[in-house]
Nanobody
Framework: QVQLRESGGGWVQAGGSLRLSCTAS????????IAWFRQIPGKRREGVAC??????????YYVDSVKGRFVISKDNAKNELYLQMNSLKPEDTAVYYC???????????????????WGQGTQVTVSS
């Protein structure tokens, strides 16, 4: 079992930046794919960015709406995942979740696969 905890959310004006962090604990060696999702109230949760495990190539994926603005990275030694968010827009306002899975060989494969472990989420609010 793996526990995930996000931090770093907050309020920022449009054009600003925030860095989200996700700390993993428990059986972290079992993690394969790891990802960031977000959810706006009343809408479905959507995948934002993800990283496949190193043995699968360690490739990252971004949805079109955040490409060139967001950067996903991880520090395996610290068991941490990050999401650097730049040039933020009001439409980026959402609760952001960290997710991880022990089985997904790739973090994205013609869509985000299901993820078993989830954090509690952190609110990001971007004002215009």
């Amino acid at each position: 079992q793996v526990q995930l905890r996000e931090s770093g959310g907050g309020w920022v004006q449009a054009g600003g930046s925030l860095r989200l962090s996700c700390t993993a604990s428990g059986n972290t060696n079992s993690i394969n794919a790891i990802a960031w999702f977000r959810q706006i109230p009343g809408k479905r949760r959507e995948g934002v960015a993800c990283i496949s495990r190193t043995e699968s190539g360690g490739s990252s994926y971004y949805v079109d709406s955040v490409k060139g603005r967001f950067v996903i990275s991880k520090d395996n030694a610290k068991n941490e995942l990050y999401l650097q968010m730049n040039s933020l827009k009001p439409e980026d306002t959402a609760v952001y979740y960290c997710a991880a899975d022990p089985s997904n060989y790739y973090c994205y494969d013609n869509g985000f696969p299901s993820y078993d472990w989830w954090g509690q989420g952190t609110q990001v609010t971007v004002s215009s």
